[in-house]
């Protein structure tokens, strides 16, 4: 992977003294969670609860998808100061969204974790690549590079993991406590890197909902994927867009509910085995 979970990093999680379920003491570790400001130039945005890593790419990815940032008015710099838990995105000319967004703090939650600004405009106009493709060889093959990768949710767990990838590699894995801040942490790498959307695929571990199809579309990805379930406004919402949903991937199993077109089945699922939690878990600390 170009970027990968480091789920030893210094202040991601901390052990934490308690008793298990028969009185005896024991030791886990849980996520770390801490407030990150961001500005846009001088004005105040948002309040995010996130575990810390990679602040620059979440503003900027944030901005992104809430549509405040504009080609035409690019990025010329990111300042972050840990110790006062602020991120200031600076731009070539200054931006005024005083008349549509109050201050708002976003939660790690799910559905109250997005601020949704003006991103609607314009979803129905984005066309999604047509031409792209998912083999089943290569879904088999991301699920389980995915599922044996040591990360902060099998150090830890209470945490949501978003993975950028092409064909049957994953490229770029980032977790947070809300899954909409690992979505806009991979699309500020994204914007940094300039990478092409329309030859990839977008994972993630959390429930396809409205909000996890709206910013996949917004981001010119044309295939979603999740080892969890569906909402119906997320299907709705898929289908209107041209927008490969597919759900519940684990194992040879997958359900598939818009974009179906776009699947090549090259490979037959019996040769495929049953997902084994405890050969997953293994894999991840041997990784």
Same mark, same amino acid.
């Not at 996520?31 to 400001?37: C, D, I, Q, R, S």
């Not at 967004?101 to 979803?123: H, I, N, P, W, Y």
């Not at 999740?226 to 119906?232: E, L, P």
């Given at each position: 992977?170009?970027?990968?979970?480091?789920?030893?990093?210094?202040?991601?999680?901390?052990?934490?003294?308690?008793?298990?379920?028969?009185?005896?003491? #024991?030791? /886990? *570790?849980?996520? +770390?969670?801490?407030?990150?400001?961001?500005?846009?130039?001088?004005?105040?945005?948002?309040?995010?609860?996130? !575990?810390?890593?990679?602040?620059?790419?979440?503003?900027?990815?944030?901005?992104?998808?809430?549509?405040?940032?504009?080609?035409?008015?690019?990025?010329?710099?990111?300042?972050?100061?840990?110790?006062?838990? #602020?991120?200031? =995105?600076?731009?070539?000319?200054?931006?005024?969204?005083?008349?549509?967004?109050?201050?708002?703090?976003?939660?790690?939650?799910?559905?109250?974790?997005?601020?949704?600004?003006?991103?609607?405009?314009?979803?129905?106009?984005?066309?999604?690549?047509?031409?792209?493709?998912?083999?089943?060889?290569?879904?088999?093959?991301? /699920?389980?590079?995915?599922?044996? /990768?040591?990360?902060?949710?099998?150090?830890?767990?209470?945490?949501? %993991?978003?993975?950028?990838?092409?064909?049957?590699?994953?490229?770029?894995?980032?977790?947070?406590? %809300?899954?909409?801040?690992?979505?806009?942490?991979?699309?500020?790498?994204?914007?940094?890197?300039?990478?092409?959307?329309?030859?990839?695929?977008?994972? /993630?571990?959390?429930?396809?909902?409205?909000?996890?199809? !709206?910013?996949? =579309?917004?981001?010119?990805?044309?295939?979603? #994927?999740?080892?969890? %379930?569906?909402?119906?406004?997320?299907?709705?919402?898929?289908?209107? +867009?041209?927008?490969?949903?597919?759900?519940?991937?684990?194992?040879?199993?997958?359900? +598939?509910?818009?974009?179906?077109? *776009?699947?090549?089945?090259?490979?037959?699922?019996?040769? !495929?085995?049953?997902?084994?939690?405890?050969?997953?878990?293994?894999?991840? *600390?041997?990784?």
């Amino acid at each position: 992977m170009l970027v990968a979970p480091d789920p030893m990093a210094e202040g991601l999680s901390r052990a934490v003294e308690g008793i298990d379920h028969t009185g005896r003491p #024991v030791s /886990t *570790r849980v996520v +770390a969670e801490k407030p990150l400001t961001l500005y846009l130039n001088r004005q105040e945005i948002v309040t995010m609860m996130t !575990i810390g890593d990679h602040p620059d790419l979440l503003a900027i990815g944030y901005l992104l998808n809430q549509h405040m940032l504009e080609p035409q008015n690019p990025v010329i710099g990111v300042d972050y100061d840990e110790d006062l838990g #602020v991120v200031v =995105v600076r731009t070539q000319r200054e931006t005024n969204y005083e008349n549509k967004l109050q201050k708002k703090v976003r939660t790690s939650g799910c559905a109250q974790g997005t601020v949704f600004g003006d991103v609607m405009e314009g979803f129905d106009g984005i066309k999604l690549d047509r031409s792209a493709r998912l083999k089943t060889s290569w879904l088999y093959a991301l /699920t389980r590079a995915i599922n044996t /990768t040591p990360s902060l949710y099998l150090e830890a767990g209470a945490i949501h %993991g978003c993975v950028l990838c092409h064909e049957d590699r994953p490229l770029v894995y980032m977790e947070d406590v %809300g899954r909409h801040n690992a979505v806009d942490k991979i699309a500020g790498w994204m914007h940094v890197n300039n990478v092409d959307p329309e030859d990839k695929i977008f994972y /993630t571990t959390g429930r396809l909902t409205s909000e996890m199809v !709206i910013k996949t =579309v917004m981001m010119r990805i044309p295939i979603l #994927v999740s080892r969890s %379930g569906f909402t119906a406004w997320g299907v709705d919402l898929a289908k209107s +867009a041209g927008l490969t949903l597919i759900g519940r991937a684990r194992g040879k199993r997958f359900i +598939a509910l818009a974009g179906a077109d *776009r699947i090549d089945f090259d490979l037959d699922p019996d040769t !495929i085995g049953d997902e084994d939690r405890t050969t997953v878990r293994k894999g991840a *600390r041997n990784g």
